[in-house]
């Protein structure tokens, strides 16, 4: 079935610095989401693309379609302590009712 | 508008025991997905639900179950309870399944962190 390749697993980063994730798959896609997740919490949707080349942005975050549409990035600028949390990518594969998850991203700041 | 509740948002049960997990979809979604979720599977799709029918289903055993209502609102069901069955359980909803763009959007639950003794 459909995968997506979320990388990287996790990242340590300073605060102040920038982000960018990705997913990958080897199918085409419709739809692309990015989520959130604290801790005890249910994924919270940051950002939903719909259109292939499409770049949408939410405050500091920013996310494409890819042109392949078989791939997604979210970038994070100038990161601050409260953006620690797991990144899920996700996405609606073309032909298939489901909706598939990345494994996520756990980002850490460091002090 | 409401998001998506889910009750209750812990629970403890014993080997053996069954359960049955409540979720709220937000007003005028149809779908209601469900996910279990692990430190180490990570997000695992259940089931999805839409017009009180079972539309997909994930490969998880016959002791999982769910039914959707006719006002939308979904329960979800585990019988015979395993260790392995701890877990934090996400409920999903969205507008319309099956389709591509705004409409198939999943919006998620706080979940149900159930713990098997």
């Known amino acids: 079935g459909q995968q997506l390749n979320q990388s990287p697993q996790s990242m340590f980063i300073q605060e102040g610095e920038d982000v960018s994730m990705n997913c990958t798959s080897s199918?085409?896609?419709?739809?692309w989401l990015w989520y959130k997740q604290d801790p005890g919490e249910g994924p919270v949707l940051l950002i939903a693309?719909?259109?292939?080349?499409e770049l949408t942005s939410n405050g500091r975050l920013t996310a494409q379609f890819g042109i392949t549409r078989k791939d997604s990035f979210l970038n994070i600028s100038a990161s601050i302590p409260s953006d620690v949390g797991i990144y899920f990518c996700?996405?609606?594969?073309?032909?298939?009712?489901?909706?598939?998850f990345g494994k996520g991203t756990r980002l850490h700041i460091l002090p | 508008k409401a998001g998506v509740t889910q009750t209750p948002r812990y629970l403890i049960k014993t080997r053996g025991q069954q359960v049955t997990l409540s979720c709220s979809p937000i007003?005028?979604?149809?779908?209601v997905s469900w996910y279990q979720q692990t430190p180490g599977q990570g997000l695992q799709f259940l089931f999805e639900?839409?017009?009180?029918?079972?539309?997909n289903k994930g490969n998880f055993p016959g002791r999982f179950s769910g039914r959707q209502f006719s006002n939308s609102r979904s329960e979800m069901n585990v019988s015979t309870l395993e260790l392995g069955d701890s877990a934090l359980y996400l409920c999903?909803?969205?507008?319309?399944?099956?389709?591509?763009?705004?409409?198939?959007?999943?919006?998620f639950g706080p979940g149900t962190r159930l713990t098997v003794l």
């Open positions: 999903a909803s969205s507008l319309d399944p099956g389709t591509s763009g705004v409409t198939d959007t999943q919006y």
């Open positions: 199918s085409i896609f419709n739809t």
């Open positions: 693309l719909y259109k292939a080349g």
């Open positions: 996700a996405g609606h594969p073309r032909g298939d009712d489901k909706i598939i």
């Open positions: 007003s005028g979604h149809r779908s």
């Open positions: 639900y839409f017009s009180e029918t079972q539309r």
